[in-house]
């Protein structure tokens, strides 16, 4: 949602940016939740695949504005 009413398109990439590098904090707190607690590991790896998958999509359009701004 803060993305979608950023200011402009920086604070957009930015925004993005952002949700992209807490989303792979989220991922290393999973990765130390799943070796404490062993006997949720396997709920604790679907968590862990989302948010890989929200990664590679925030990567995308990271991408993809720096590509239009390229060819502009």
Known sequence: ???NNAS???DFRNKIFIC?????ETKH?????AQAVPEKK???ILFW???HELILIF????NS?????NEN
Do not use: D, F, G, V
């Not at 990567?59 to 990271?62: D, T, Y």
């Not at 504005?65 to 701004?69: D, E, I, Q, S, V």
């Open 20 to 24: 992209k590098k807490e989303t792979q």
């Open 29 to 33: 707190w999973l990765r130390m939740l």
């Open 8 to 10: 402009s398109r920086n």
């Open 65 to 69: 504005l720096k590509n239009k701004k």
């Open 1 to 3: 949602m803060e993305a």
């Open 49 to 51: 695949k989302e948010s």
């Open 42 to 44: 396997k709920q604790i």
């Open 59 to 62: 990567q995308k359009i990271i």
